[in-house]
């Protein structure tokens, strides 16, 4: 076959057709240039290029999507390279009847599109961008605290749910800038989505009307990505998302990439366990997950990563693996 343009190759995986080989990504947290939109942006671009990625997911620190509503967090070595959350803006019941949208053209909000703009204007045109969002039960949590917003919501649903009325507004305006902006699609994650934490009849409620306004605001773009973190995932929930890829802990959490491709019609992305295998594996057991991957997915409807972000001191030989094992696999 006459090898692809990358955004060739990532179309015709979503679409379920023949690549030349399989797409492969991965990305990961930029602790400290995560502050600063130009840094961010020259992050995600130095990435992709160094390894020969297929796609650039920019990974900005999870808290700048309640930064503007005055959460404040600070880096303090966390070998995932994320933030710690310090002061909450969610601490009485009562506190939740100040969130209302924002303007996501200023601040935060505001400094990523900025980041966006620079990594479309540098990215080799046929390399796709999308841009990591939240959804609005994550900022939820966010500004509450993993416990407080869970007892919040089920004390008083009626005020916990018009405020995720509000943080919608603010996820899909920034979600519809994006895609405006030039992003090809958003990559948008829920934590909240698992057994351990919610019921199903839970998430229904307070999770998938609150998603699927913003995939209606993202609905211009043709890589739109969810992703559904933590273990014990709810998956049968998202199989029919007005979405082109899911991805999650498929590895560590399960299901399977090919048990779920049974009931989802996109593409999956992962095959990659995270922590332990790219962490402490060799660039052996790296590349026979990813050929195993291919192998469940029949080389179709597959976009080969890590079902999350991974540690700051993965060996550079792994990562190299990643990108390596597409090469390598023969049917």
Not at 16 to 21: A, I, K, L, S, T
Not at 125 to 146: C, K, Q, S, W
Not at 252 to 276: K, R
């Amino acid at each position: 076959m006459e090898e692809m343009t990358k955004r060739e190759r990532i179309q015709a995986a979503l679409a379920g057709e023949p690549v030349d080989r399989m797409p492969v990504a991965l990305w990961r947290h930029w602790p400290v240039d995560d502050q600063n939109p130009e840094s961010l942006a020259r992050c995600a671009l130095d990435f992709q290029k160094r390894y020969d990625f297929d796609l650039i997911k920019i990974p900005p620190a999870h808290t700048y999507c309640v930064d503007d509503y005055g959460l404040t967090s600070v880096w303090e070595g966390r070998s995932i390279g994320d933030r710690i959350d310090q002061e909450r803006v969610i601490k009485r019941i009562e506190d939740w009847d100040s969130i209302e949208p924002l303007d996501v053209h200023q601040g935060v909000y505001g400094d990523q599109l900025r980041c966006l703009r620079i990594v479309l204007q540098k990215r080799d045109p046929e390399v796709p961008v999308i841009h990591t969002l939240f959804n609005p039960l994550n900022m939820a949590r966010f500004l509450a605290g993993d416990d407080t917003y869970l007892v919040h919501m089920r004390r008083d649903p009626k005020r916990v749910g018009r405020a995720l009325g509000a943080l919608t507004e603010t996820c899909a305006s920034f979600a519809q800038a994006v895609i405006e902006a030039g992003a090809d699609g958003v990559f948008l994650s829920t934590a909240a989505a698992n057994y351990a934490r919610l019921s199903e009849e839970e998430y229904l409620r307070f999770g998938r009307p609150y998603d699927l306004a913003v995939w209606e605001a993202a609905s211009d773009g043709w890589f739109n990505v969810m992703h559904i973190c933590r273990p014990n995932p709810m998956l049968s929930l998202f199989a029919d998302y007005p979405v082109q890829a899911l991805n999650w802990h498929d590895r560590s959490a399960g299901p399977s990439l090919a048990t779920a491709a049974a009931t989802f019609p996109g593409a999956v992305v992962g095959g990659i366990e995270q922590h332990e295998i790219m962490h402490f594996g060799t660039p052996a057991d790296v590349e026979a997950q990813a050929h195993d991957a291919i192998r469940q997915m029949g080389g179709r409807r597959l976009i080969v990563a890590a079902g999350c972000t991974f540690q700051l001191t993965v060996p550079e030989g792994n990562i190299i693996a990643v990108r390596n094992s597409v090469d390598t696999w023969k049917p």
